[in-house]
């Protein structure tokens, strides 16, 4: 793929623009909402401790996920800067990770998870774009419709789904919907809860139009399983 620019030697690539625009825009976000119950301070603390949680364990699920590649490669396992990062275990960590700081701090975490909901959802927007544009996460071949002529990764053009575009689509309907729902009062942590019910089933679903994943118990693959379990805690957590 052609860089974007380049700053003398460093060629500046589209997917690095907007994975970066997306980090930044959900950062943003979720400051300007949490900040009304935590302070600014105090929601960048929570965001970078999440951001940690959810890099350590989404490269572990990556790497779970492509444990042929990294079982003669220990060491890239370790180079998250290579890329590599599966969103299922990044949502699961960060939780985790918010829910200590919460604990250890005495925050509200529903309300630092209602804070991050339209914010993940804001980043996927950016992410999944970036992911069309670089060609990571392609779609499988042979798929009748709705099908476009999209290159894979490796830059080899077809007729595949574009799970990408479908994808950054329904992180904005989740978005414009998680923003709708931010005036209404009495949230307690709802906000959270339907941003991972509406979003997680379908990615779970669009994993089987990838081209890019593969199996590892029946059909499924290690970033469904991690969703299912996601999915199955939320849905548990909402009948409460």
């Known amino acids: 793929m052609e860089p974007l620019f380049r700053l003398g030697n460093w060629a500046v ?7 970066d625009l997306g980090i930044l825009a959900g950062l943003a976000l979720f400051l300007w909402l949490a900040r009304r119950e935590v302070g600014l301070e105090e929601a960048l603390d929570v965001a970078l401790c999440s951001m940690a949680g959810g890099i350590l364990v989404g490269r572990a699920v990556y790497v779970l996920a492509n444990l042929e590649y990294f079982s003669e490669r220990w060491a890239d396992a370790l180079r998250v800067w290579k890329g590599g990062v599966a969103f299922s275990g990044a949502l ?12 250890f701090k005495d925050l509200r975490l529903d309300a630092l998870l209602d804070a991050a909901a339209p914010a993940l959802a804001l980043g996927q927007v ?11 996460a392609y779609g499988r071949m042979g798929v009748a419709f709705p099908r476009l002529f999209l290159p894979d990764i490796y830059g080899m053009k077809a007729y595949r789904f574009p799970v990408q575009l479908t994808a950054a689509l329904w992180s904005g309907l989740v978005l414009a919907l998680l923003l709708w729902m931010l005036i209404r009062p009495r949230r307690n942590g709802r906000l959270f809860l339907v941003y991972v019910l509406l979003y997680l089933p379908v990615d779970f679903l669009l994993r089987f139009l990838r081209g890019d994943v593969t199996p590892v118990m029946g059909p499924l693959e290690w970033g469904q399983l991690v969703e299912a379990m996601v999915f199955i805690g939320a849905l548990m957590r909402m009948k409460r």
Request: hydrophobic share 55%.
């Open 92 to 103: 699961l960590g960060g939780v985790v990770a918010c829910f200590l700081y919460a604990r």
């Open 126 to 136: 950016f992410g999944w774009l970036a992911c069309h544009v670089s060609g990571r």
């Open 13 to 19: 690539f589209p997917y690095t623009v907007l994975m």
